[in-house]
DNA sequence: CTAATGACGCTAC
DNA sequence: CGTAGCGCCATTA
């Protein structure tokens, strides 16, 4: 169990995601200091207490779907638990984000 | 060293 | 709102 890499630091940047809140790949990964792809491949590994359903795309979507979609479904589940609401489509209202300017 | 891939980001149509 | 294409950075072949 070494993760002697940047993936420590995206687990501690998901951890400081409030609930009922969500975050983007792009913005976890620059508040661990990399880039979206490498946050996602760390969300990839999270270890327990880690609430990487609150991580989605920049656009409220569920990209995960792509060889996990069960997956997908349980995070979606665990979003509407946290009171985050989805639009017609899998994506969650820019207004849950971290990234707050919810008023145009 | 070059090519391919990935729980992504963003612009363009 | 939907799809398509390119860019990004690190790991692996």
Do not use: N
């Not at 969500?22 to 969300?43: D, F, N």
């Not at 849950?96 to 300017?101: E, V």
Request: glycine share 8%; aromatic share 10%; hydrophobic share 40%.
């Amino acid at each position: 169990l070494e993760e002697p890499t940047w993936f420590a630091a995206v687990y501690e940047a998901a951890r400081t995601i409030p609930p009922g809140q969500v975050c983007s790949y792009g913005q976890l990964g620059a508040l661990a200091g990399v880039t979206a792809r490498m946050a996602g491949k760390a969300l990839a590994f999270t270890p327990e207490g880690v609430p990487w359903w609150r991580v989605v795309a920049w656009d409220g979507s569920l990209p995960i779907h792509k060889k996990d979609p069960a997956l997908a479904l349980l995070q979606r589940q665990k979003l509407e638990s946290e009171g985050i609401k989805f639009t017609g489509s899998q994506r969650v209202e820019s207004r849950f984000f971290i990234s707050d300017d919810e008023d145009s």
